[in-house]
């Protein structure tokens, strides 16, 4: 069974690429604290809900049991993480606009995004395991 296909899991994976580029790009503006003239960039973060309301052909739509539930959606794995220069923020006498407590906070909430998606991943893998029969250790 390939779980690369079954729309969450494509959703997942493209969030945890999503996270691991935009460490990347954090570390790069880390890294340059001190270089002057140099302009911290950020990742775009995909508009969610442009994500859910696109068409395509895997589309997860969501049950509504009760009349005060949102409805359903088409939920696709499409869409795309631009890198775009920061705006605002002070620049040093050097010209550089890195703010080292930003990129930091910044940095952690990756990484705690991150650590979020991959312990829903294990557990949607181990939910598909339980639903095959397989034990899920």
């Not at 996270?19 to 302009?39: F, H, I, K, M, S």
């Not at 696709?76 to 002070?90: R, T, V």
Request: charged share 20%.
């Amino acid at each position: 069974m390939d779980l690369s296909q079954i729309p969450v899991f494509k959703a997942m994976a493209k969030r945890l690429a999503w996270l691991t580029e935009r460490q990347t790009v954090l570390a790069q503006n880390v890294a340059n604290v001190d270089t002057p003239g140099y302009v911290p960039e950020d990742m775009k973060e995909p508009d969610f809900r442009k994500v859910l309301q696109e068409g395509g052909t895997s589309k997860l739509r969501l049950s509504t049991t009760a009349s005060g539930h949102f409805g359903g959606r088409p939920v696709s794995a499409n869409g795309s993480g631009n890198s775009s220069k920061e705006k605002g923020g002070e620049k040093s006498l050097s010209g550089n606009a890195v703010s080292l407590e930003d990129q930091m906070l910044k940095v952690s909430q990756t990484a705690s995004d991150y650590a979020l998606m991959t312990n829903l991943y294990r557990k949607q893998v181990g939910m598909v395991k339980t639903a095959l029969g397989h034990s899920s250790g």
